[in-house]
C-alpha cells in the first residue's frame, strides 16, 4: 500500500494502530512542478505485503521542527478469495453413529452453499441437516447406505472454492483380531494376565466370561481395563481389553472368555487356564560339615502338584554336575539325595538342587565344610634352653617343658 504525504523537510515515521512503533517505511523523493517551496512531497510505501495481519490504522507524520507536525491516516483492509483455513476432514461413521462435518474458514467471509454429490443442494431431513449459519452438516442416525460426499462451494467477488467432504458410514460385525492364550498354566497365588482385541464398526465392546458368567471387575481381585484402537489401515475402530485376576486359588482354574459385540455381530474366543500347585525345594542339610576323605549328603525335597512331573538337576557353585557318571565323584542315593563319595577340601562350597515341571521351577541350595586333617610338620627346629624345649614348624610354635 503506497501513500502520498506533504513532508517537510524533518524527521519522517510511520506507525500503526496508535501503538506509537515504527514501523518499516520507505520514503521516496517526487519530483514537483513548484519551485521555491521549502516543502517537498514523498511516497512513504508504508506496508510491504498484503497479509491479514497487516490489516489496521496507519498514520504517517513528518515534523520539521519550525511548525506544527503534519500527519495524515491510512485505514487498511486485506481482503483475498476464498479458502479453507483447515483442509475439509473425512468423516467415519457407524450405523446410528451421530457425526458433523465442518467449514473452517479464514478471515475472508465469502458466502457459502453446500452441495451433495455436485448435483442439488443440501436440503434439510432427517439425517443431513445445515446449521442456521451454514458452517456444517450433522448427521443424524445414518444407515448403511447413507454414505455420501458434500461439496462447500466458497465464494466472494475475488474468487471460488470447493471442498469435498467424503461421509463413510461403515457397518462391519465385531470381529476378534488378537485372541488370548489358548490355554495356559499358572501357579497358585500368581497372577492370571489375560489380553483380547476385536474390531468392527461400531467399535466393538469386550466382555470377560468365566463358564459363561460375566466378570466384572471388583477392583482388587479382578481387574478389567479396556482401550479403544485405531488401525491405521482400516477404517474402523477397535478395542483392547485386559482381564487380571490375581492371587489365584486351584478354584479359579476353567474357560475364559473373551466375548466381542456390536450391534451388526458378536465373536468370541476361550482361554483353557489350569492353576496348579506352585513347585518349592528345600535343602536338607542346609549347613554340613564332614571330616576329609568322608562322605556327604545332601537331601532335595520338593512340594510340586500332584499332576506335575519334576525333574532335578544337581549344580556346585552354579556349574551343573552328573551324579552317577564314570568316573564321577558324586553319586545319587534314591530320588533326591546327592552323594560327595569323599569329601576334599575343594568340595567346600554352595550345592545347589533345582526342580522343574513343565510350567515353573523351584530351587533350594547348601553349604560344604571339608575340615581336612592337618599335615605332618617339617623344617623341625628344636631350640632347648635350661628346662625349656621350644619346637617350631611352619610359622607354629609348640612349647614343651621337660619333667
Same mark, same amino acid.
Given at each position: @500500500?503506497? =501513500?502520498?504525504?506533504?513532508?517537510?523537510?524533518?524527521?519522517?515515521? #510511520?506507525?500503526? &494502530? %496508535?501503538?506509537?512503533?515504527? *514501523?518499516?517505511?520507505?520514503?521516496?523523493?517526487?519530483?514537483?512542478?513548484?519551485?521555491?517551496?521549502?516543502?517537498?512531497?514523498?511516497?512513504?510505501?508504508?506496508?510491504?505485503?498484503?497479509?491479514?495481519?497487516?490489516?489496521?490504522?496507519?498514520?504517517?507524520?513528518?515534523?520539521?521542527?519550525?511548525?506544527?507536525?503534519?500527519?495524515?491516516?491510512?485505514?487498511?483492509?486485506?481482503?483475498?478469495?476464498?479458502?479453507?483455513?483447515?483442509?475439509?476432514?473425512?468423516?467415519?461413521?457407524?450405523?446410528?453413529?451421530?457425526?458433523?462435518?465442518?467449514?473452517?474458514?479464514?478471515?475472508?467471509?465469502?458466502?457459502?452453499?453446500?452441495?451433495? @454429490?455436485? =448435483?442439488?443442494?443440501?436440503?434439510?431431513?432427517?439425517?443431513?441437516? #445445515?446449521?442456521? &449459519? %451454514?458452517?456444517?452438516?450433522? *448427521?443424524?442416525?445414518?444407515?448403511?447406505?447413507?454414505?455420501?460426499?458434500?461439496?462447500?462451494?466458497?465464494?466472494?467477488?475475488?474468487?471460488?472454492?470447493?471442498?469435498?467432504?467424503?461421509?463413510?458410514?461403515?457397518?462391519?460385525?465385531?470381529?476378534?483380531?488378537?485372541?488370548?492364550?489358548?490355554?495356559?498354566?499358572?501357579?497358585?497365588?500368581?497372577?492370571?494376565?489375560?489380553?483380547?482385541?476385536?474390531?468392527?464398526?461400531?467399535?466393538?465392546?469386550?466382555?470377560?466370561?468365566?463358564?459363561?458368567?460375566?466378570?466384572?471387575?471388583?477392583?482388587?481381585?479382578?481387574?478389567?481395563?479396556?482401550?479403544?484402537?485405531?488401525?491405521?489401515?482400516?477404517?474402523?475402530?477397535?478395542?483392547?481389553?485386559?482381564?487380571?485376576?490375581?492371587?489365584?486359588?486351584?478354584?479359579?482354574?476353567?474357560?475364559?472368555?473373551?466375548?466381542?459385540?456390536?450391534?451388526?455381530?458378536?465373536?468370541?474366543?476361550?482361554?483353557?487356564?489350569?492353576?496348579?500347585?506352585?513347585?518349592?525345594?528345600?535343602?536338607?542339610?542346609?549347613?554340613?560339615?564332614?571330616?576329609?576323605?568322608?562322605?556327604?549328603?545332601?537331601?532335595?525335597?520338593?512340594?510340586?502338584?500332584?499332576?506335575?512331573?519334576?525333574?532335578?538337576?544337581?549344580?556346585?557353585?552354579?556349574?551343573?554336575?552328573?551324579?552317577?557318571?564314570?568316573?564321577?565323584?558324586?553319586?545319587?542315593?534314591?530320588?533326591?539325595?546327592?552323594?560327595?563319595?569323599?569329601?576334599?577340601?575343594?568340595?567346600?562350597?554352595?550345592?545347589?538342587?533345582?526342580?522343574?515341571?513343565?510350567?515353573?521351577?523351584?530351587?533350594?541350595?547348601?553349604?560344604?565344610?571339608?575340615?581336612?586333617?592337618?599335615?605332618?610338620?617339617?623344617?623341625?627346629?628344636?631350640?632347648?634352653?635350661?628346662?625349656?624345649?621350644?619346637?617350631?614348624?611352619?610359622?607354629?610354635?609348640?612349647?614343651?617343658?621337660?619333667?
Amino acid at each position: @500500500m503506497e =501513500k502520498v504525504c506533504p513532508i517537510v523537510f524533518g524527521a519522517t515515521k #510511520v506507525t500503526k &494502530d %496508535g501503538t506509537g512503533d515504527n *514501523i518499516a517505511a520507505t520514503i521516496v523523493e517526487l519530483p514537483t512542478k513548484t519551485k521555491g517551496l521549502r516543502e517537498q512531497p514523498f511516497k512513504i510505501n508504508c506496508v510491504a505485503a498484503g497479509f491479514f495481519r497487516d490489516a489496521g490504522e496507519y498514520v504517517c507524520s513528518a515534523d520539521n521542527g519550525e511548525s506544527t507536525p503534519a500527519t495524515q491516516t491510512v485505514h487498511l483492509t486485506v481482503d483475498s478469495a476464498p479458502y479453507f483455513a483447515e483442509k475439509p476432514k473425512d468423516v467415519i461413521l457407524a450405523p446410528a453413529q451421530s457425526g458433523e462435518i465442518q467449514y473452517l474458514g479464514g478471515v475472508a467471509k465469502p458466502t457459502k452453499k453446500w452441495l451433495r @454429490m455436485a =448435483k442439488r443442494s443440501v436440503k434439510m431431513n432427517s439425517i443431513y441437516e #445445515v446449521s442456521a &449459519d %451454514g458452517n456444517s452438516i450433522s *448427521i443424524t442416525d445414518p444407515r448403511e447406505g447413507d454414505s455420501t460426499v458434500f461439496q462447500c462451494v466458497l465464494e466472494n467477488e475475488h474468487g471460488q472454492r470447493v471442498g469435498s467432504y467424503t461421509i463413510t458410514i461403515l457397518a462391519i460385525p465385531a470381529k476378534i483380531s488378537k485372541s488370548p492364550a489358548a490355554t495356559a498354566v499358572v501357579s497358585e497365588e500368581d497372577d492370571l494376565n489375560l489380553q483380547c482385541e476385536a474390531f468392527g464398526s461400531p467399535t466393538p465392546m469386550i466382555e470377560w466370561r468365566k463358564m459363561g458368567a460375566k466378570l466384572v471387575d471388583d477392583g482388587s481381585r479382578i481387574l478389567v481395563t479396556s482401550e479403544e484402537l485405531v488401525d491405521a489401515n482400516k477404517d474402523y475402530r477397535g478395542t483392547r481389553s485386559n482381564l487380571t485376576v490375581t492371587n489365584l486359588s486351584y478354584e479359579d482354574g476353567g474357560t475364559f472368555e473373551c466375548h466381542a459385540m456390536n450391534n451388526m455381530g458378536n465373536d468370541s474366543a476361550d482361554s483353557v487356564i489350569s492353576v496348579r500347585l506352585p513347585t518349592t525345594v528345600s535343602m536338607e542339610p542346609d549347613t554340613l560339615d564332614v571330616v576329609k576323605g568322608s562322605a556327604a549328603d545332601f537331601t532335595c525335597n520338593v512340594i510340586k502338584d500332584d499332576r506335575a512331573t519334576v525333574t532335578i538337576d544337581w549344580f556346585f557353585d552354579d556349574s551343573k554336575i552328573n551324579p552317577g557318571q564314570p568316573g564321577s565323584e558324586y553319586s545319587l542315593q534314591g530320588e533326591n539325595t546327592l552323594r560327595v563319595r569323599s569329601a576334599k577340601a575343594s568340595h567346600s562350597g554352595t550345592f545347589k538342587c533345582t526342580a522343574k515341571t513343565w510350567y515353573d521351577e523351584d530351587s533350594g541350595t547348601a553349604e560344604l565344610i571339608v575340615q581336612a586333617e592337618p599335615d605332618a610338620p617339617d623344617n623341625l627346629v628344636l631350640d632347648i634352653a635350661g628346662l625349656e624345649a621350644t619346637l617350631s614348624w611352619k610359622n607354629q610354635i609348640l612349647i614343651m617343658q621337660k619333667l
